[in-house]
């Protein structure tokens, strides 16, 4: 049983900075994308970033560039996600999700996630 954990959302200012995390639990996760997407209310869900497991190596969707940062600890079985400059149009419920496959190009942000947290509220006030 695969569970993941999102903590570390709150409230902050804009132009503030936040990190949050995702525990991961349940099995091995070698070969796996990890992604982030937020939903505001009233839109729809929007991809953030992914990172995959074995590599390290990382996605960041276009709108977040250069503000968010999203990386993996194999140890920690952890997955951050780093939001600076944060703005009030960034305020939304953050969730942590894994695919069970390496996703490249596009397909990071089109493809189906397998598992997904409860979510973690993030509030930025003007």
């Known amino acids: 049983q695969v569970q993941l954990v999102e903590y570390g959302g709150g409230l902050v200012q804009a132009g503030g900075s936040l990190r949050l995390s995702c525990a991961v639990s349940?099995?091995?996760?070698?070969?796996?994308?990890m992604g982030w997407f937020r939903q505001a209310p009233g839109k729809e869900r929007e991809f953030v970033a992914a990172?995959?497991?074995?590599?390290?190596?990382?996605y960041v969707g276009d709108p977040m560039k250069g503000r968010f940062t999203i990386s993996r600890d194999n140890a920690k079985k952890t997955v951050y996600l780093i939001l600076n400059s944060l703005k009030p149009e960034d305020t939304a419920v953050y969730y942590c999700?894994?695919?069970?496959?390496?996703?490249?190009?596009?397909?990071?942000?089109?493809?189906?996630?397998?598992?997904w947290g409860q979510g973690t509220q993030v509030t930025v006030s003007s």
């Open positions: 999700a894994a695919a069970r496959q390496e996703f490249y190009g596009s397909d990071t942000y089109t493809r189906q996630y397998d598992y």
């Open positions: 349940g099995r091995t996760f070698s070969g796996y994308t």
């Open positions: 990172v995959r497991w074995n590599s390290g190596s990382t």
